[in-house]
């Protein structure tokens, strides 16, 4: 069993920065796929950025690419997404999750894919 937390959520005017945190509990974190993902009001749950167990690969929604960033460091068990360049159009519910098998990089931006899941951290973006 994994736990979740994430944090570092809050409100931002357009063009600011963010940077968001979640801490997992667990000694297999290091063999996790940790990926991030969001939700605005109304609409469905979509992907953000993924990090591979190693750190070694990273993959971005096309919307924030090169704006946001995905990092870890699994000597604190932590994921952590940077977020610069703010738009209002970022302005969601923000979740972390957790993949224990990778499978393909279709699958790691699948909603479907993840096995763990905070309880998620509200960013608002105001214009």
């Known amino acids: 069993q994994v736990q979740l937390v994430e944090s570092g959520g809050g409100l931002v005017q357009a063009g600011g920065s963010l940077r968001l945190s979640c801490a997992a509990s667990g000694r297999t974190f290091s063999t996790y796929g940790m990926g991030w993902f969001r939700q605005a009001p109304g609409k469905e749950r979509e992907f953000v950025a993924v990090?591979?167990?190693?750190?070694?690969?990273?993959h971005y929604a096309d919307s924030v690419q090169g704006r946001f960033t995905i990092s870890r460091d699994n000597a604190k068990n932590t994921v952590y997404l940077q977020m610069n360049s703010l738009k209002p159009e970022d302005t969601a519910v923000y979740y972390c999750?957790?993949?224990?098998?990778?499978?393909?990089?279709?699958?790691?931006?699948?909603?479907?894919?993840?096995?763990?899941w905070g309880q998620g951290t509200q960013v608002t973006v105001s214009s």
């Open positions: 990090i591979s167990w190693s750190g070694g690969m990273t």
């Open positions: 999750a957790a993949d224990r098998s990778f499978r393909s990089s279709f699958h790691v931006t699948l909603v479907t894919e993840y096995d763990y």
